[in-house]
């Protein structure tokens, strides 16, 4: 896990090294291990170090491998890089390093972009060729590793987080109005490619990118399951269940390779408990777990300490429990809002920054529960979605999904930033309208996976973890589990209140109460109601001169808001202003103008 950078400059020009080293600098959180640059031609690569496999020199990067004319920058894991690598050797490669980075780089040189089809892992990469001045990006499947991209007809860019690309200058700070449109309709989420910024665009997961020395880019998606039913399983639960436990037994066996210790963060929940089960199956004896807990806002409680206490008794596990004062959370906030890549209003980000701190004095690496709920139909609007049959799914799944309708939307902005058409809405038209996807629930979960999970749940993990050099590895978002759970028929996944074959699977090896416990969420009570010290960074941000001068949202609308701080709410219960402020917050902390 580390944070990679770099600059191809169009038309034979030399790359603006400086530029670069900035960049990759604005990246010494992800990599604090390491550091290196390296430039030739009009190429230039810059990649900060997290030292988890191969912790000697010879895993350093910018990896430049002379015979094959390639150097490479890397960010991730290969979790199969041992069998990849025996196979490279019986194609005749040698190897210098035990890194998967160095696997990388031979398996491009033996399939070209089609290398991407044989790593198991979680990945962004840029590969250089020396002697056509040919750059290839690369993202995994499902958007775990982020990879950012800004353009101009005379150089691209790219980085693992978009402040690095600020940092290197020249981008068009400008807000995108559609993506602030999907902003403000998907509770913060703007999926791939767009980002807020009209000059920052993402590489999409599951994509590879060839940029050629003229400035020409050709991309090829190289996986996307069918969301179709396969007969060998049918719809027998039992069978299920066995599928779908080894499909995970083995997702977490890959998530233990690392030259270091890895933990578990435990909330306590279904998901996360599921993963220290699966490893004390394995045989892995005091594991490294680690929960946090608030104190109570407004009569709501700020931890579920009773149930990863639970778990972590009954695996015997070496646990670490933490719990925040309130008055920790103002600074707490400034901080998580300035790791973020882009403004996400999921209040657990600031829990997640607040825990990945205490987790990286201890572990370098983390298996989380992320991406459960949207792999096998956890969420409760599902079912909403699922009755309303194929032909319905995309208004369903606006009514049940969207904040606020097209119309309400335009009314909170500023006239020249609204869009003259419901962008959202067609977004997901045209998701759903994809072939495959047998009914209504498969076409929502394709889409919640695949377009909107990457830059919501995925990018929170990743951005907070990588704030404090800590690696965070997610076991639900194997891609082998993905395909099986796209297969799974509908209502093996929407029974028991969702998520039903996965609850069958932890019955087996989970106490019952963590198992049939009502749903849990990461609970921050003093950002979800607003408490005295949050609302007042909120007031700050909203009124202050470069708010104004920006002028995103109407002044009647922030007025009122901020006169009622908890009377608004998204259709879905979220705060309206803290959905507001957040975007104008991280714009001030990134010295957006």
């Known amino acids: 896990m580390c944070g990679l950078s770099g600059e191809v400059r169009f038309g034979g020009g030399r790359p603006d090294l400086a530029a670069v080293e900035r960049m990759t600098d604005t990246m010494e959180a992800r990599g604090p291990d390491g550091r290196g640059i390296w430039s030739q031609a009009a190429v230039a690569l810059g990649h900060r170090r997290l030292q988890i496999i191969d912790l000697s020199e010879r895993g350093a990067q910018p990896m430049v491998d002379a015979r094959l004319g390639l150097t490479a920058v890397f960010n991730g894991c290969i979790y199969n890089h041992r069998e990849l690598r025996a196979r490279l050797e019986k194609h005749g490669y040698r190897f210098f390093s035990d890194s998967d980075t160095e696997v990388v780089v031979k398996a491009y040189a033996e399939w070209g972009r089609e290398c991407v089809e044989f790593f198991v892992g979680m990945f962004a990469f840029a590969v250089a060729e020396h002697h056509t001045g040919r750059v290839v990006l690369g993202r995994d499947r499902l958007g775990i590793k982020p990879l950012y991209v800004t353009e101009d007809c005379d150089r691209l860019r790219f980085a693992s987080s978009l402040p690095a690309l600020l940092a290197g200058g020249g981008v068009d700070t400008s807000i995108d109005p559609v993506a602030l449109h999907q902003y403000l309709s998907w509770h913060g989420t703007v999926p791939a490619p767009r980002t807020v910024l009209a000059g920052v665009r993402k590489v999409p997961p599951a994509t590879v990118r060839v940029v050629e020395p003229h400035g020409t880019t050709h991309d090829h998606c190289y996986w996307q399951p069918s969301y179709t039913r396969r007969s060998d399983l049918g719809d027998d639960p039992v069978l299920w269940r066995e599928a779908v436990h080894e499909a995970l037994r083995t997702a977490v066996r890959r998530r233990t390779v690392a030259d270091v210790p890895v933990g578990v963060l435990l909330s306590g929940g279904l998901d996360s408990s599921l993963m220290v089960a699966l490893l004390a199956e394995e045989g892995h004896d005091d594991v490294p777990t680690f929960a946090m807990g608030f104190e109570e806002e407004n009569g709501e409680d700020g931890d579920e ?41 999921s209040h657990d980000a600031v829990a997640f920054h607040m825990l990945s701190e205490q987790v990286s004095k201890e572990v370098k690496v983390v298996l989380c529960g992320q991406g459960a709920d949207e792999v096998f139909a956890g969420y409760h609007w599902y079912p909403q979605i699922a009755s309303a049959g194929r032909a319905g799914a995309d208004d369903a799944y606006a009514r049940a999904y969207f904040d606020r309708t097209h119309a309400d939307l335009t009314a909170m902005i500023r006239p020249d930033l609204a869009v003259d058409h419901d962008a959202s809405t067609d977004f997901v038209r045209r998701h759903m309208a994809a072939p495959g996807a047998d009914t209504a629930l498969d076409a929502a979960l394709r889409m919640d996976v695949h377009a909107l999970m990457p830059d919501d749940p995925v990018k929170r993990v990743d951005n907070m973890t990588m704030a404090w050099g800590l690696e965070a590895r997610v076991p639900f978002l194997d891609q082998d589990l993905v395909e099986l759970a796209a297969a799974c028929p509908p209502a093996l996944k929407l029974a028991q209140g969702g998520k039903a074959v996965l609850k069958d699977v932890g019955r087996s090896v989970l106490p019952r109460e963590v198992v049939d416990r009502p749903k849990g969420y990461f609970p921050v009570p003093a950002v979800r109601h607003m408490a005295r010290p949050v609302l007042a960074r909120v007031r700050d941000a909203l009124t202050a001169p470069e708010a104004r001068r920006r002028g995103i949202f109407d002044e009647r609308v922030v007025e009122e808001l901020l006169a009622a701080p908890n009377r608004h709410r998204a259709r879905r219960g979220a705060n309206t202003l803290w959905q507001v402020a957040t975007l104008e917050i991280w714009l001030q902390a990134h010295g957006i103008r």
């Open 305 to 345: 300490f009773r149930y990863s206490d639970l778990v972590a008794r009954r695996f015997s596990t070496d646990h670490h429990q933490f719990l925040i004062p309130s008055d920790r959370l103002p600074a707490a906030l400034e901080a998580a809002i300035g790791s973020m890549s882009e403004p996400m209003v």
